[in-house]
Every structure is written in C-alpha cells, then in structure tokens.
Nanobody
Framework: QVELKESGGGLAQIGGSLRLSCVAS????????MAWLRKAPGKQREFVAAISSGGNTNYADSVKGRFTISGDNAKNTVYLQMNSLKPEDTAVYYC???????WGQGTLVTVSS
C-alpha cells in the first residue's frame, strides 16, 4: 500500500521543540524529493521545508534557522525537527512525496504558553 504516515505532533510551549516523523511505504522512498507543508487555521496550506533525493534542503523563510528537515533512507522516514517554536507555528503538518503527489493524513502541532 502506497502511503505516508506522520507522527510526532502535539502540544508544545513557546520556545520548545518537537520532532515530526513521516514514514513512507509502498514506493522507493530514496528516489523521491520529500516535503513538509502546513495548514494553520484560517490560512492556506504553505510550504515549510523540502529535501531532495540527493539530500539538498530548502526552507521557508519563516522557519529558516529553527527547523531542520532530514531523511533516513534505511527507515523510509523523513523528519522535521522544530526548535524555538512560536504560536504562529500552530498548524496541521503534512508530509508530501513531491513527484508522486502523495500526502499523509497530517499531524497537529499546537504551540501555546
């Protein structure tokens, strides 16, 4: 079965950290560029970070220096390490296999004091 499954969301304090995971199955994970996107309440979905099959990374300006995307081909998993969290990071975070157009179900991150 071809799917992406995110985990790791939850409630974090302002300035805190969370690590999101996205496990891929049913396709050759190491061959695909992967991305994290998010959708905050009342806003459109937006790009957060991406990692190419060659390991090159790209970030939205709003998360640059705070978030780190990485991948583990042995585990078919892409991660998003989120540090120095802000209330505006509150959103549902989605993993996407870019050329496949495959999305995960999302994981909710809430940042609050």
């Amino acid at each position: 079965q071809v799917e992406l499954k995110e985990s790791g969301g939850g409630l974090a304090q302002i300035g805190g950290s969370l690590r999101l995971s996205c496990v891929a199955s049913g396709f050759p994970f190491s061959s695909y560029d992967m991305a994290w996107l998010r959708k905050a309440p009342g806003k459109q979905r937006e790009f957060v970070a991406a990692i190419s099959s060659g390991g090159n990374t790209n970030y939205a300006d709003s998360v640059k220096g705070r978030f780190t995307i990485s991948g583990d081909n042995a585990k078919n998993t892409v991660y998003l390490q989120m540090n120095s969290l802000k209330p505006e990071d509150t959103a549902v975070y989605y993993c996407k296999a870019m050329l496949l157009g495959l999305w995960g179900q999302g994981t909710l991150v809430t940042v609050s004091s």
